[in-house]
């Protein structure tokens, strides 16, 4: 079976851009979350989709949105970079819902200059 | 957000030794979960544990769901070079609720 995938695995943008990330969960999961793992901070959640509809969400500004299209593939946005989002954005996918055991793909390193 | 507390941070160790780390935190979990996490890679999940007082082993490795429920615990017996990279605990307290993750604790084998 194969694993989550995360596309693009490495960005570099400039502050005031806006990124698109990508995951595609491993088949026959439903639920996708999105974390944001930096040296200092660890992994921080930023929110979980389950069947298209958002069922937690992290402490993140606004900047930070996402959305699960019918085939349970997920896409992250950051709209207006800052210098502080660079780091590494790791998606994660379980059969259910968050608590279920959750299965990362490698990562989108981003990098904002 | 919350994280949970992970001990020790990192650790420094020969080939061959056994490791105990663990993780903690105020409030009660329902599931733990093990992770490991390799330099510029997804955290890749090692155990899982749903009842307290639970014992799993995966190869040289073992986890203990905390009678408190409140704690886990992780073993690595007779450590190799490929054990090295950071370990992550997550927890989920009840219900729904997100996966809290741990600190961390790096792993160095020294040669």
């Known amino acids: 079976k194969a694993g989550v995938t995360q596309t693009p695995r490495y960005l570099i943008k400039t502050r005031g851009q806006q990124v698109t990330l990508s995951c595609s969960p491993i088949?026959?999961?439903?639920?996708v979350s999105w974390y944001q793992q930096t040296p200092g901070q660890g992994l921080q959640f930023l929110f979980e989709?389950?069947?298209?509809?958002?069922?937690n969400k992290g402490n993140f500004p606004g900047r930070f949105s996402g959305r699960q299209f019918s085939n349970s593939r997920s896409e992250m946005n950051v709209s207006t970079l800052e210098l502080g989002d660079s780091a590494l954005y790791l998606c994660?996918?379980?059969?259910?819902?968050?608590?279920?055991?959750?299965?990362f793909g490698p990562g989108t390193r981003l990098t904002v200059t | 957000g919350q994280q949970l507390n992970q001990s020790p941070q990192s650790m420094f160790i020969q080939e061959g030794e056994d490791v105990s780390m663990n993780c903690t935190s105020s409030?009660?979990?329902?599931?733990w979960l093990w992770y490991k996490q390799d330099p510029g890679e997804g955290p890749v999940l090692l155990i899982a544990?749903?009842?307290?007082?639970e014992l799993t082993s995966n190869g040289r490795l073992t986890a203990q769901f905390g009678i408190t429920r409140k704690d886990s615990f992780l073993n690595i017996s007779a450590s190799i070079p490929s054990d090295v990279g950071i370990y992550f605990c997550?927890?989920?307290?009840?219900?729904?609720?997100?996966?809290?993750f741990g600190t961390g604790t790096r792993l160095t084998i020294i040669p």
């Open positions: 989709y389950f069947s298209e509809t958002q069922r």
């Open positions: 997550a927890g989920r307290r009840r219900g729904n609720e997100k996966l809290t």
């Open positions: 994660a996918s379980s059969f259910g819902l968050a608590g279920d055991e959750q299965y």
């Open positions: 409030s009660i979990f329902n599931t």
């Open positions: 544990l749903y009842k307290a007082g």
């Open positions: 088949s026959g999961h439903r639920s």
